[in-house]
């Protein structure tokens, strides 16, 4: 079964930074875009940030540009999320996506992890 497993999240105070980890169980994995997403309470979920398989390509939502970074490492099948400078506003359900393309995986992502809550505070 294939499986994505976020973690990292937690409370912290605004102006604050989280590294989310999401760490996928098969190795197939290491050649799929990834990327995050997030719901907010009454929200409908949002793209965040993408990662094409070999790391050579990023998309970022405009809300998230010069504080969110993602990366990946192929060798553990991991991608991070390194959010920086946290606004009230990012607060939410934070999840792991993986996709064949970076386009699709921004779009409509096939694979979903079950996700992990970040809480920003003011």
């Known amino acids: 079964q294939v499986q994505l497993v976020e973690s990292g999240g937690g409370l912290v105070q605004a102006g604050g930074s989280l590294r989310l980890s999401c760490a996928a169980s098969?190795?197939?994995?290491?050649?799929?875009?990834r990327g995050w997403f997030r719901q907010a309470p009454g929200k409908e979920r949002e793209f965040v940030a993408a990662?094409?398989?070999?790391?050579?390509?990023?998309n970022y939502a405009d809300s998230v540009k010069g504080r969110f970074t993602i990366s990946r490492d192929n060798t553990k099948n991991t991608v991070y999320l390194q959010m920086n400078s946290l606004k009230p506003e990012d607060t939410a359900v934070y999840y792991c996506?993986?996709?064949?393309?970076?386009?699709?995986?921004?779009?409509?992502?096939?694979?979903w992890g079950q996700g992990t809550q970040v809480t920003v505070s003011s």
């Open positions: 098969r190795h197939t994995f290491g050649s799929y875009a």
């Open positions: 996506a993986a996709d064949t393309t970076i386009g699709v995986l921004s779009t409509q992502p096939t694979y």
């Open positions: 990662i094409s398989w070999s790391g050579g390509s990023t």
